[in-house]
């Protein structure tokens, strides 16, 4: 059963099921929620990815192996600012949806300790989340039928085998009218 906590910060937390799931063959796992589908079962998902969804809530969890993006000052991640920022800005510029545009916003952006990943026993480079929100366009909807998406970038990365681990949670806080995504 569902049920609400209080959060530190007095804010209303819901929990609900959730089951540990096989990421990339067993090489790795998440906690998702027991209403998530994985996306291989109904559509081809590249290889680097694993794609979880609900499609009646049209929220989704996606997990990336990248190989590693330097920020050697051309514009790349940079860790002092916290890589998660630039992959956020990245996924909104794919998405039509440019942070300068002001068509996304960066809410937050906050860097992981070896404490908060304990399960990777600190064999990290530097890890950062960027909380925000873009106004995005489902599939082929028109510009007018932009929704809300509150979006989630979790960026690890893993320097010594050249990699960037990138989460991505998606959300939609308002849905437009006219979008696909409308009930």
Known sequence: HAHGDEGSDGAMVTCEPTTSRALYGGAMSARLPDRYVDVSDFRPVPDNQEMWTDASRDESVIVEILERVDGDGSGGPSDAEGAAAWFFRDLAEVNDAA?????????????????????????????????????????????DARNLVEVLVANVRLEAVGTDLLVTLNRPLVVAQGSSAAP
């Open 99 to 143: 942070v300068a545009s002001g068509v996304s916003q960066i809410l937050s952006v906050f860097h992981l300790s070896p404490g908060d990943l304990p399960a990777l026993g600190g064999a990290f480079a530097a890890a950062s989340v960027c909380v925000g929100w873009q106004r995005v366009a489902k599939g082929r909807d028109r510009d």
